[in-house]
T-cell receptor, first 115, second 112 residues
Framework: EAGVAQSPRYKIIEKRQSVAFWCNPI?????LYWYQQILGQGPKLLIQ????????DSQLPKDRFSAERLKGVDSTLKIQPAKLEDSAVYLC?????????????FGSGTQLSVL | GQNIDQPTEMTATEGAIVQINCTYQ??????LFWYQQHAGEAPTFLSY????GLEEKGRFSSFLSRSKGYSYLLLKELQMKDSASYLC?????????????FGGGTRLMVKP
């Protein structure tokens, strides 16, 4: 079974530039999550999708971050404009159905460095 | 909201046993997960507890006490490859989407 795919693996940009990350979840997984993990900390949920609808985006800095999952499969996360404090690993995860407490499967993440 | 606490770092010796504790405060507890994360890699699932008691899976065991808001992960017969961060995560029914919130992680260093 293929895992959660993410790209790019690494990205280096300057502050105020824009960046986008892509995620392809495990086939059949209805729920998709984007987490931000700053070095030395645990992952922090940014946004959770159920199919193509947003379930929770309360911790997404909406002035600069946006995410979409138009067809209920792939998702993109965008930062515009980036700040130094956005340097982190952005993890995408998917699960079958959170209401049944299915475990999350994570992708390898995109490591973002903002200079 | 949720508050999940776990020690930042622990050190143990190869072949020994180590216990990593996690305490949490949540209004709508709906399960606790432990994940392992090696440096530079994605978290991988270790265990899941929703009822009180001990869940054993090979060298790893996880315990939950819902009344105390407490869990621990027990690693036996430590191996060098067990050096990693261990993340405690809690599901909360009172958060939209049965949200899973992670603690800060415990970095375990296994020494020869």
């Amino acid at each position: 079974e293929a895992g959660v795919a993410q790209s790019p693996r690494y990205k280096i940009i300057e502050k105020r530039q824009s960046v986008a990350f892509w995620c392809n979840p495990i086939s059949g997984h209805a729920t998709l999550y984007w987490y931000q993990q700053i070095l030395g900390q645990g992952p922090k949920l940014l946004i959770q999708f159920q199919n193509n609808g947003v379930v929770d985006d309360s911790q997404l800095p909406k002035d600069r971050f946006s995410a979409e999952r138009l067809k209920g499969v792939d998702s993109t996360l965008k930062i515009q404009p980036a700040k130094l404090e956005d340097s982190a690993v952005y993890l995408c995860a998917s699960s079958l159905d959170p209401t049944t407490n299915e475990k999350l499967f994570f992708g390898s993440g995109t490591q973002l460095s903002v200079l | 909201g949720q508050n999940i606490d776990q020690p930042t770092e622990m050190t143990a010796t190869e072949g020994a046993i180590v216990q990593i504790n996690c305490t949490y405060q949540t209004s709508g507890f709906n399960g606790l997960f432990w994940y392992q994360q090696h440096a530079g890699e994605a978290p991988t699932f270790l265990s899941y507890n929703v009822l009180d008691g001990l869940e054993e899976k090979g060298r790893f065991s996880s315990f939950l006490s819902r009344s105390k808001g407490y869990s621990y992960l027990l690693l036996k017969e430590l191996q060098m490859k067990d050096s990693a961060s261990y993340l405690c995560a809690v599901r909360d029914l009172d958060n939209a989407g049965n949200m899973l919130t992670f603690g800060g992680g415990t970095r375990l260093m296994v020494k020869p």
